[in-house]
């Protein structure tokens, strides 16, 4: 199929655990592009797994997912050249003596074809991008001795500095501290802004995002509610997902949701 200007196209979607159990289940929805999404929902929803299933990593039991027009099953390759993806634990062995450089670099050589060398030009990209989450100065330093939110402002970094058209999130705010939080954040929606290209964010909590979001998905194994983040801040389908402790309070124009998973999620 050629592309299309829907980010998502998802039909009568269902993908099972091994153990035969649905992780997800009548998933149905589309999102236009660009857009600045977020995925939400408790652990266990399934929202890592809609992920892995549109980046063809695993493959559907039933229905299908499509991205920019590509089949998730039939145009796996040809999505993975399309997306920066940041999982939610990578997997760089912290056993392995890389420095800042050879981790954020990889952005730019992973989708070059062997032999990968870094040219001028993808260090240079690859320096502003740090310096966009302010670890320029630690080109050189051990990436296992960083703290856990320098070592995710690098792989958020990575991502920036990389090719195509769609930049995918799976909890890159989970575990950092409040600066490394705000230096992610100010950073995704410089980019976003500047530049022609889709992020799509697995997050626990809309607060820091909720200036830049356009479409918020809740999922719970299937489509909840999406929408604007103001219509998807309701106290109904909340509770469907975080059961009666979600409350919603309004104050100074602003809408806030505590929920025992989440804690705070807001907008305006």
């Not at 980046?55 to 145009?75: A, F, Q």
């Not at 997997?91 to 062997?114: E, F, S, T």
Request: aromatic content about 6%; proline content about 5%.
């Amino acid at each position: 199929m050629s592309k299309s200007n829907l980010l998502f196209d998802v039909q009568d979607l269902a993908v099972k655990y091994p153990n035969g159990d649905f992780a997800l289940h009548h998933v149905n929805f589309t999102v236009e592009s660009p857009s600045f999404m977020a995925i939400i929902g408790p652990n266990g929803s399934g929202k890592s797994t809609l992920l892995k299933t549109a980046l063809g990593l695993i493959r559907p039991t039933r229905g299908t997912i499509k991205m920019m027009g590509y089949d998730s099953v039939r145009d796996g390759h040809k999505i993975q050249r399309m997306v920066r993806y940041v999982p939610q634990r990578d997997q760089i062995g912290l056993n392995i003596p890389m420095k800042v450089k050879d981790i954020a670099l990889m952005g730019r050589l992973l989708k070059k074809r062997p032999p990968r060398f870094a040219s001028s030009k993808d260090k240079e990209i690859t320096r502003q991008a740090l310096e966009k989450v302010d670890m320029q100065d630690f080109w050189d330093r051990p990436f296992p001795e960083l703290s856990g939110g320098q070592r995710q402002r690098v792989l958020v970094a990575r991502a920036l500095a990389g090719k195509g058209s769609i930049l995918i999130l799976d909890e890159p705010l989970a575990g950092t501290d409040a600066e490394s939080q705000r230096l992610i954040v100010d950073a995704l929606e410089d980019y976003h802004k500047n530049n022609d290209v889709s992020i799509v964010m697995v997050t626990h909590d809309l607060n820091p995002i909720h200036r830049m979001v356009k479409n918020v998905l809740l999922l719970k194994r299937t489509v909840i509610g999406i929408g604007a983040p103001c219509s998807i801040m309701d106290v109904d389908l909340l509770t469907k997902v975080y059961g009666p402790t979600a409350r919603i309070v309004e104050y100074a124009g602003h809408r806030y949701c505590v929920t025992h998973d989440s804690g705070m999620d807001r907008h305006e």
